[in-house]
């Protein structure tokens, strides 16, 4: 028994197991310290998921090409166009939102095909693929606009501002009322999302092949499996949920400037190494991206409710932590070397 405990607890089950707890631990500091100002409501909670929606579509994208052995550095670049695409085409051209979305999600969709192509059939190195695509995606943000639009469409602030109350966690306020808590479409989105890649990853055979391209291109040539149009689709479904991620992105801004999403790429990366994915790829969870974008959500909220630290400090402990998970996969690394 504790043997076949000890196995599910290798590798990476193990760094998934410390990003929950970490995350459990973090949240549960923020309930006993700030007590008197009410971090342990519901609503708190719910906060999270809606403050990095987009984050998670973008995480999600991300663990994927990771699990490659791949890297994508665009996707803050691509939300940050998409943003502006939707404002540009609402405010400016006066197009139906259904309309404008759909176009963000194919331009998503085909920006991740031509980097995919470079990748995976060019053989050019992602980083230096992607590295042109962040310039060319915020280059092409100013192009459309160089000045902020803010989003006026009644039917996108509809979708926007719509919450979805959630009947069964209400509590009573100070005065007696019931409230409830709440979300909004773009955590819906964000859920599904995160749902369905799990599906992918686990149960399908594309899912499958992920894994054994990153883990080892030359065996899964040898299984035959095609790796170049492996990558290529992971590239493409990434473009695409970056499309994704900037139409939720935009669901919370209203609006599209050229700076928007800016370093977005690194916050995805960032969340899907502490969850547990490899840099070296093979391995890799959604489940521990989404632990890692709540962790980081988490902090974010200790910040703002301590109220004297400057929000800067989330990016200091969320790199101390990067380092802490990079040590630890290193370790297990050479431990798994060791029994080899």
């Known amino acids: 028994m504790i043997k076949k405990v000890r196995e599910r607890l290798d590798g990476n089950s193990f760094l998934l197991m410390i990003t929950i707890l970490l995350f459990i631990a973090l949240y549960i500091a923020g309930v006993l310290i700030f007590s008197d100002k009410n971090f342990g409501k519901p609503q708190v909670f719910f906060n999270l998921f809606i403050n990095n929606a987009s984050l998670i579509v973008a995480a999600v994208g991300m663990t994927m090409v990771l699990i490659t052995g791949g890297i994508d550095i665009s ?191 690194m916050e995805a990366i960032a969340s899907s190494v502490i969850g547990g994915t490899l840099l070296t790829g093979g391995v890799g969870s959604v489940v521990g991206s989404l632990f890692g974008v709540l962790i980081k959500g988490t902090i974010e909220s200790l910040i703002t409710f301590q109220g004297t630290l400057s929000s800067w400090w989330t990016k200091i402990v969320i790199a101390a932590l990067l380092c802490f998970f990079i040590i630890l996969q290193s370790i297990f690394a050479k431990l798994k070397d060791k029994k080899k």
């Open 75 to 265: 996707i803050g670049s691509v939300i940050g166009m998409s943003c502006m695409m939707l404002a540009w085409m609402m405010e400016k051209q006066g197009m139906n939102p259904v309309v404008s979305i759909v176009i963000v999600l194919i331009v998503g969709g085909v920006f991740g095909l031509v980097q995919g192509f470079f990748v995976a059939y060019l053989k050019i190195q992602p980083f230096i693929v992607t590295l042109a695509g962040m310039f060319f995606a915020r280059g092409m943000t100013a192009v459309i606009s160089s000045d902020m639009i803010s989003i006026t469409n009644e039917t996108f602030l509809k979708i926007a501002n719509s919450k979805i109350y959630l009947p069964f966690l209400a509590i009573v306020n100070k005065k007696g009322n019931l409230v409830y808590p709440y979300i909004y479409p773009s955590v819906v989105i964000a859920v599904v999302i995160l749902i369905v890649a799990f599906i992918v990853l686990r149960y399908t055979a594309f899912g499958r092949s992920i894994y054994a391209v990153g883990g080892n291109e030359q065996s899964a040539l040898l299984m035959g499996l095609n790796v170049r149009r492996t990558k290529l689709k992971v590239y493409v479904l990434n473009g695409f949920l970056a499309g994704l991620a900037g139409f939720v992105f935009c669901l919370n801004s209203c609006g599209g400037f050229v700076e928007q999403a800016r370093g977005f790429e």
